[in-house]
């Protein structure tokens, strides 16, 4: 449908800038300061375009179209993604396979452009984004494939409708699905407290690291493209959360775009208030949301009696 496809373009725009801002004004509240604009990160973005890229003699092609395949693979997941509730831009049987191999190949995108630079601090970077990456990809297979398996649906638009009944075990499925993607959007976007996307040490940098030689529109398209991965994850919790969600009316448009201003908020306020794990801590941490999504895949083969 026509409006419903435009509205989900507009909010691709928009949200992602204005997402980024919330947490970074929310950050900004809790330390006592003003913050910058809201919108701070929209300007940043022009600044970039406008500037003009430094590569080094080192870099390769891969360096340079990293970005660009990082960026698309944001818009690819977010084209499968219900960001106001309902209607994704595109939707097909077990696309949420798609979804989770697109963010696996920007991760690898940016992964080969930190390699590609020689710089061992970003090898650094890139290793334990490797890491990381491989330990969380089971949690979102698993939260997913619960989700899919619980609602009988096979494409995210649908199997992100909450369907909770009490006394089934769909209530523990919807929760367990919750903390673990919660963890898989606080994982991929390098937020607290996995990640610091504020720090400048080399030592405890993850994601920042990679794309230190970075500049210009290519690093434009490397923040974007985060910023999009953050809107992404934000929806797929607020479409969980969305008691509305599936409808494609007005209020659930509104009560999605709110939600997922409140899981900015709560992602803001997590960084001003949690101290970063330890890099040996952080796959502990990664296990609880694999834990929760093992949780809910038990409880969606409790639901059908066992079988599988």
Not at 33 to 54: C, E, I, T
Not at 246 to 255: I, M, N, P, Q
């Amino acid at each position: 449908m026509v409006i419903p496809s435009a509205l989900n373009a507009l909010a691709l725009l928009v949200m992602p800038l204005v997402l980024t801002g919330i947490i970074n004004r929310v950050k900004s509240l809790w330390s006592g300061r003003k913050g910058p604009r809201l919108l701070q990160p929209a300007y940043d973005l022009l600044r970039l375009l406008r500037k003009s890229s430094v590569y080094s003699n080192t870099t390769t092609p891969v360096f340079r179209i990293a970005p660009w395949v990082f960026l698309v693979t944001g818009l690819g997941s977010a084209a499968v993604t219900p960001l106001l509730g309902a209607h994704a831009l595109a939707s097909f049987p077990f696309d949420f396979v798609w979804f989770a191999y697109l963010w696996a190949f920007g991760r690898v995108a940016t992964m080969l452009a930190a390699l590609d630079t020689g710089s061992s601090f970003e090898g650094m970077g890139a290793a334990r984004e490797a890491l990381f990456s491989t330990l969380l990809e089971p949690v979102l297979f698993l939260a997913t494939g619960s989700l899919s398996l619980s609602s009988g649906s096979r494409t995210l638009s649908t199997l992100l409708v909450p369907h909770i009944s009490m006394g089934n075990g769909s209530a523990l499925v919807w929760l367990c699905s919750v903390i673990a993607l919660f963890i898989v959007l606080q994982v991929e976007s390098a937020r607290m407290p996995v990640d610091d996307p504020s720090t400048h040490l080399e030592l405890t940098m993850v994601h920042e690291v990679m794309i230190l030689d970075h500049s210009g529109p290519e690093l434009a398209a490397i923040q974007y493209g985060s910023a999009i991965k953050l809107y992404v994850g934000a929806s797929v919790l607020a479409t969980l959360l969305n008691p509305w969600a599936g409808l494609g009316t007005v209020a659930t448009a509104l009560a999605n775009l709110a939600l997922c201003v409140l899981v900015a908020v709560a992602v803001g306020t997590s960084e001003s208030l949690i101290a970063r794990l330890k890099l040996r801590i952080v796959p502990l941490y990664i296990a609880i949301g694999l834990a929760s999504a093992a949780v809910a895949l038990l409880a969606t083969a409790w639901r059908a009696g066992g079988r599988p």
